[in-house]
């Protein structure tokens, strides 16, 4: 096997979907597993690129009013407890912690699987008039969930993520942030990480422990086109107010409850570049995103010379400064074919290459990782013309995922065709469902699939439950996730 052939190495994506994904999650430098079960690693490269989304993701929380805090990692039993339904929905994933020091605790405290029953209570201290509304905050940290099945980034004990939790006055107000920050979710993903979603509302038996209504966007993966739920934002009703005492006097002169929203995003969506963009080569990271953009592999022998090499790699690298994240790789211990290999696998949007002859040119060669497309520059139009290379890229990902989400998503009449593009790992299906859990638990059971949501914007078509045949006002979707 050459050198070159080694460093990519992994999987047919085709073939071996799952196998694919792990390799390019190890062999792109993502992540790795840790020495505790369950948990990764996750190495600079991996981390780098949750950085670029978080800074994004942060960007659009500010300019939507958020401010960020911070809340305690451990929740005394008898706080998680007070919300029934909330515990009740979170207990089989709880981690406890029982001992503190050389003592047995009085009560245990729950690592936070989510920080609802440690953040209420304080809101109910803040909280005593209409003008302590609303509280706009949200906090970045990591939960732990007892995972016993993980996978990489998609299913860990401990993931990183953000939780938003908001405080209002009227239940209109509480709906209307819970869907506008679906739709800052859904903004991220399709315009920074190039993934197109369907939002939509969680059925009853799929909604957060403990919600009024759970809004969701879900995105279609590659290989086998289940789903994976990218983001949810909750309107918690008065449900949290009532339990915790968020009690605030209202311009009216009436004591009231306060309303609660919570919403979260999670090292997941990472999971999700993987799957929709990657190819058998490796990643492909939307520009917007990739923690390098452009790297310059200089190429050079030995007769050559180094100096004009160098000097023209400083010239690049000053020109492109501006318009982009530029890193070169000087190895000189790896061959060129092994460092274009490592960066296609690694996902780098742009490759540029320069050599004796394009030194001498006034040149530079920029190779695209999405089409393979090969261009030769004048140094002059450089910067221009990465910048136009970046900004096509992340508009041709989010094409192709979007004409693969629309090509398996099909309309089905009855519950055999559900059963067979299940089987077949076919697709989403669209079908019309009653309304009644009965009939969602059959599909779970039979088929494994589940109701990934009932769309905010499918219109309303009078049919029949492909379960029951009762009447049904909409189609909802069907289809296996992670
Ligand atoms: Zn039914």
């Given at each position: 096997?050459?050198?070159?052939?080694?460093?990519?190495?992994?999987?047919?994506?085709?073939?071996?979907?799952?196998?694919?994904?792990?390799?390019?999650?190890?062999?792109?430098?993502?992540?790795?597993?840790?020495?505790?079960?369950?948990?990764?690693?996750?190495?600079?490269?991996?981390?780098?690129l949750w950085?670029q989304m978080q800074q994004l993701l942060d960007r659009r929380f500010?300019a939507t009013?958020h401010?960020?805090?911070?809340?305690?990692?451990?929740?005394?039993?008898?706080?998680?407890?007070?919300?029934?339904?909330?515990?009740?929905?979170?207990?089989?994933?709880?981690?406890?912690?029982?001992?503190?020091?050389?003592?047995?605790?009085?009560?245990?405290?729950?690592?936070?699987?989510t920080s609802?029953?440690?953040?209420?209570?304080?809101?109910?201290?803040?909280?005593?008039?209409?003008?302590?509304?609303?509280?706009?905050?949200n906090q970045w940290n990591s939960v732990?969930r007892?995972?016993?099945?993980?996978?990489?980034f998609l299913r860990?004990?401990?993931f990183l993520w953000q939780e938003g939790h908001t405080?209002?006055?009227?239940?209109?107000?509480?709906d209307?942030r819970a869907r506008m920050m679906l739709e800052v979710y859904r903004r991220f993903l399709e315009d920074d990480l190039a993934i197109p979603v369907v939002p939509g509302v969680k059925?009853?038996?799929e909604k957060f422990?403990?919600a009024?209504r759970t809004y969701t966007v879900e995105a279609m993966m590659?290989?086998?086109?289940w789903a994976l739920q990218s983001g949810t934002s909750h309107n918690l009703?008065?449900?949290?107010?009532?339990?915790?005492?968020?009690?605030?006097?209202?311009?009216?002169?009436?004591?009231?409850?306060?309303?609660?929203t919570s919403w979260g995003l999670s090292h997941r969506t990472v999971g999700a570049i993987v799957m929709v963009?990657?190819?058998?080569?490796?990643?492909?990271?939307p520009?917007k995103v990739?923690?390098?953009?452009?790297?310059?592999?200089?190429?050079?022998?030995?007769?050559?010379?180094?100096?004009?090499?160098?000097?023209?790699?400083?010239?690049?690298?000053?020109?492109?400064?501006?318009?982009?994240?530029?890193?070169?790789?000087?190895?000189?211990?790896?061959?060129?074919?092994?460092?274009?290999?490592?960066?296609?696998?690694?996902?780098?949007?742009?490759?540029?290459?320069?050599?004796?002859?394009?030194?001498?040119?006034?040149?530079?060669?920029?190779?695209?990782?999405?089409?393979?497309?090969?261009?030769?520059?004048?140094?002059?139009?450089?910067?221009?013309?990465?910048?136009?290379?970046?900004?096509?890229?992340?508009?041709?990902?989010f094409?192709?995922a979007?004409?693969?989400l629309?090509?398996?998503?099909?309309?089905?009449?009855?519950?055999?065709?559900?059963?067979?593009?299940?089987?077949?790992?076919?697709?989403?299906?669209?079908?019309?469902?009653?309304?009644?859990?009965?009939?969602?638990?059959?599909?779970?059971?039979?088929?494994?699939?589940?109701?990934r949501c009932i769309p905010l914007e499918?219109?309303?078509?009078?049919?029949?439950?492909?379960?029951?045949?009762?009447?049904?006002?909409?189609?909802?979707v069907?289809a296996?996730a992670y």
């Amino acid at each position: 096997m050459s050198n070159d052939q080694f460093v990519k190495n992994i999987a047919s994506r085709e073939e071996e979907y799952s196998r694919w994904y792990t390799d390019v999650v190890n062999k792109a430098q993502l992540a790795e597993w840790s020495l505790v079960h369950g948990c990764m690693v996750i190495r600079p490269y991996g981390y780098a690129l949750w950085e670029q989304m978080q800074q994004l993701l942060d960007r659009r929380f500010k300019a939507t009013g958020h401010q960020n805090a911070y809340f305690p990692l451990l929740i005394p039993e008898s706080l998680l407890a007070r919300e029934a339904e909330h515990v009740e929905g979170f207990a089989p994933e709880v981690a406890w912690v029982t001992r503190g020091g050389n003592k047995e605790l009085e009560e245990p405290w729950a690592v936070r699987p989510t920080s609802e029953a440690i953040i209420c209570p304080i809101y109910a201290k803040w909280v005593q008039s209409y003008r302590d509304l609303p509280i706009l905050i949200n906090q970045w940290n990591s939960v732990v969930r007892w995972e016993e099945r993980p996978r990489a980034f998609l299913r860990t004990l401990e993931f990183l993520w953000q939780e938003g939790h908001t405080c209002h006055a009227t239940p209109d107000e509480a709906d209307e942030r819970a869907r506008m920050m679906l739709e800052v979710y859904r903004r991220f993903l399709e315009d920074d990480l190039a993934i197109p979603v369907v939002p939509g509302v969680k059925s009853d038996s799929e909604k957060f422990a403990g919600a009024l209504r759970t809004y969701t966007v879900e995105a279609m993966m590659g290989g086998k086109y289940w789903a994976l739920q990218s983001g949810t934002s909750h309107n918690l009703g008065d449900h949290f107010g009532r339990v915790f005492g968020i009690e605030f006097l209202d311009r009216d002169g009436q004591r009231k409850f306060a309303f609660n929203t919570s919403w979260g995003l999670s090292h997941r969506t990472v999971g999700a570049i993987v799957m929709v963009h990657g190819d058998d080569a490796g990643l492909k990271l939307p520009p917007k995103v990739a923690p390098i953009q452009v790297i310059v592999v200089p190429i050079w022998r030995k007769s050559d010379d180094a100096r004009a090499i160098e000097a023209a790699v400083d010239r690049i690298t000053a020109l492109l400064a501006l318009v982009a994240r530029v890193k070169v790789d000087w190895r000189d211990d790896r061959t060129a074919g092994y460092k274009f290999n490592d960066w296609e696998l690694k996902g780098v949007p742009l490759r540029l290459e320069v050599g004796p002859r394009d030194v001498a040119n006034e040149q530079a060669v920029l190779v695209r990782r999405d089409t393979r497309e090969k261009l030769t520059v004048p140094l002059a139009n450089l910067a221009p013309t990465v910048e136009r290379l970046l900004a096509e890229i992340q508009t041709n990902l989010f094409a192709a995922a979007k004409r693969m989400l629309d090509a398996h998503t099909v309309a089905v009449a009855t519950y055999d065709e559900l059963k067979e593009r299940v089987a077949a790992n076919a697709g989403w299906s669209l079908a019309h469902w009653c309304g009644d859990a009965a009939c969602e638990a059959q599909v779970k059971a039979e088929t494994k699939a589940t109701i990934r949501c009932i769309p905010l914007e499918l219109p309303r078509e009078p049919g029949l439950c492909i379960l029951c045949g009762a009447a049904s006002e909409r189609r909802v979707v069907f289809a296996r996730a992670y």
